[in-house]
């Protein structure tokens, strides 16, 4: 590789702009003091409240229901859908279409849904929440399917039908494992959105069940407490892991 | 000769279009138990899309395929491609890329609910028949192009198929071991006794291998015959240019040859019948002798000589003539560039063909 030389200043400088707040943010985490801007010394003082604060579990339950259960459809629906796109439609317009609530605004998309649940008279609640994050949930888990089936050879299931393999067993044996790299992949940035996800669920969700962002939104409102920061630390631990076992676990599927 | 062994498989006037596209135009063939059966011709002449029709991966839109058995007649187009005795090994090998060599030539075995035992065993038979024994717990990634095409032809013959086809095998392999898989396969036809139809688009590989050449073009069958024959004798002008080098005079027909203005009477014998007036004379390369001027049939100019060790390809421009006429000796040519030289003929070695036929 060649050395980069003077242009290492830029690079350092744009990863210390990147992570120096996110390292501030974890070293505050373990702060002692009850003020979260100044430093007295180590404690795990606000790990330990964050464990006995019932609206901070609450919250975490609700958003692991939400984000389990959105991973869950939004994969076997987006699997299929671009299955689908890619056998029997073969038209960029179409593609395009269901990719849409992936990059339209999450504003627009909210409002839509909440006008669409009081249309049909829902109730709002964490199964609308659910249902949002499915709808962009299942556009992404497309996109990198479709991906992954513009590499695929299509004569892999016809030399499984040719070797005595019906359609069903075909889809189960060979499409679904030589798709698996890109289903773990879209599942796995599913869950990292939806754990995190705000705006849409802030207007899809009812009041009896807030999701943990919006009770780290209701909490903020009236000031940052060292609390919020060892939560935001242990969610950053969450998403890293996910991320980084994810690209792990499509390197290794591709490899073999 | 050939054609006295019991059929495997009768096609009977198949045809299919692609929208506009004529792919498959009436075609009818029977292919014998256990020959090595080749489909040739360009790109686009339809030999894929009959292969694929005899896999079950296309429906013709009409004609009959049956393949005729002991309790009466098979008819392949009531049959998924997963029911037909048939297997089809892809051009792209389309091995799975998650499953081990020994599990990718299982698979098909396992589809059948054969006993594990048994799969263990034909498994282990035939990688030992492909010479991959090694390779077993292999990732095709793993392996070169020669290897995963060995795959490729165990996991279709670990079926047992009455019949297997070939598409294009050897594209995707380099010279050296084009050559030597061409021998290996035509050893393995004969070792495990079943019908081999192959597609190809290279005349060497189907002449070489193939016991019967059916040569096609626009989705018809020109001709079906033995290597020999398509070459001694072609049926139509597309045959005889397309497998191997020929000098072609078009002229009218007479008694002995053809007649082409400008150049007089040219001999040659008609091996099938001639409908039309217009006709023309095909005589190949290596049939034309340099010869002493009162016995010539033609002169002309040497343009090009390309040595080829045993043997050398002249160019000679004929007047009158639009293309220069190709003549190959033994060894190196006894004339030099810019040469008078005089060619000429044995009758027999010319054919004459009807224009339209």
């Not at chain 1, 992570?19 to 007295?40: G, H, Q």
């Not at chain 2, 393995?188 to 192959?198: M, P, S, Y």
């Not at chain 2, 016995?295 to 040497?302: F, H, M, P, R």
């Amino acid at each position: 590789m060649r050395r980069l030389g003077w242009l290492n200043v830029p690079l350092w400088l744009t990863y210390a702009f990147l992570y120096t707040p996110i390292l501030v943010l974890v070293v505050m985490s373990f702060n002692a003091s009850k003020t979260p801007y100044t430093w007295t010394g180590f404690s795990l003082r606000w790990y330990g409240e964050l464990a006995s604060d019932d609206l901070i579990r609450q919250g975490f339950i609700n958003t692991m229901i939400v984000a389990v259960g959105a991973t869950v459809v939004a994969t076997a629906l987006g699997t299929l859908l671009a299955i689908g796109i890619n056998r029997y439609f073969r038209s960029a317009w179409l593609e395009a279409y269901s990719l849409t609530p992936a990059i339209i605004p999450d504003l627009a998309l909210a409002i839509g849904l909440l006008a669409f649940f009081a249309l049909v008279g829902v109730t709002l609640g964490l199964h609308t929440v659910l249902l949002a994050h499915v709808v962009f949930g299942m556009a992404f888990v497309a996109a990198v399917v479709l991906a992954r089936l513009g590499h695929t050879d299509p004569s892999l299931e016809e030399a499984s039908r040719d070797l005595g393999a019906g359609p069903v067993s075909t889809f189960l044996r060979i499409t679904v494992p030589s798709l698996m790299p890109a289903i773990v992949a879209g599942a796995l940035l599913v869950f990292t959105l939806s754990l995190d996800e705000f705006v849409i669920a802030f207007f899809t969700d009812g009041p009896a069940t807030p999701t943990l962002p919006i009770v780290i939104y209701s909490m903020v409102r009236f000031g940052v407490t060292p609390e919020i920061n060892a939560l935001a630390a242990l969610l950053l631990l969450v998403s890293f892991t996910v991320v980084i076992s994810a690209q792990r676990l499509t390197r290794f599927t591709d490899s073999i | 000769m050939t054609d006295l062994r019991p059929p495997i498989l009768r096609l009977t006037g198949l045809s299919k279009r692609f929208g506009e596209t004529v792919a498959l135009d009436d075609v009818s063939l029977d292919i014998a138990q256990n020959e090595f059966f080749a489909l040739l011709g360009p790109s686009g002449c339809g030999k894929t899309t009959l292969l694929r029709s005899i896999a079950g991966f296309e429906d013709p839109d009409t004609g009959e395929m049956a393949m005729p058995s002991d309790t009466g007649d098979i008819n392949l187009a009531t049959l998924p491609p997963e029911r037909r005795p048939i297997n089809l090994m892809f051009q792209s090998y389309a091995l799975f890329p998650h499953m081990s060599v020994e599990r990718n030539v299982a698979y098909g075995l396992e589809r059948e609910r054969l006993p594990k035992t048994e799969v263990r065993q034909r498994v282990g038979q035939v990688l030992e028949t492909v010479g991959l024994t090694g390779k077993a717990k292999a990732r095709p990634a793993q392996l070169s192009g020669g290897q995963r095409q060995r795959v490729a032809l165990a996991r279709a013959i670990v079926k047992r198929p009455r019949m297997l086809l070939l598409d294009e095998p050897l594209s995707a392999l380099d010279r050296k071991v084009r050559a030597e898989m061409q021998l290996e396969l035509k050893r393995l036809q004969h070792e495990v006794g079943i019908t081999f139809v192959v597609v190809t688009h290279d005349q060497e590989e189907a002449m070489s291998m193939a016991d019967r050449i059916a040569v096609m073009s626009n989705g018809r069958v020109e001709q079906v015959d033995s290597p020999i024959d398509l070459y001694e004798r072609p049926r139509t002008i597309f045959v005889a240019d397309f497998i191997g080098s020929s000098n072609a005079f078009e002229g009218t027909l007479t008694g002995r040859g053809v007649h082409v203005a400008g150049l007089g009477d040219l001999p040659g014998h008609r091996p099938w019948p001639v409908a039309t007036d217009d006709s023309t004379l095909i005589v190949r390369p290596e049939d034309i002798r340099l010869t002493a001027p009162q016995d010539s049939l033609l002169d002309g100019t040497v343009l090009d000589i390309q040595f080829f060790g045993g043997s050398s390809t002249l160019a000679v421009s004929v007047d009158q003539h639009p293309a220069p006429v190709l003549v190959t000796t033994h060894g190196a040519a006894p004339v030099s560039r810019g040469d008078r030289v005089h060619l000429s003929w044995a009758p027999e070695r010319a054919v004459v063909l009807g224009r339209t036929a």
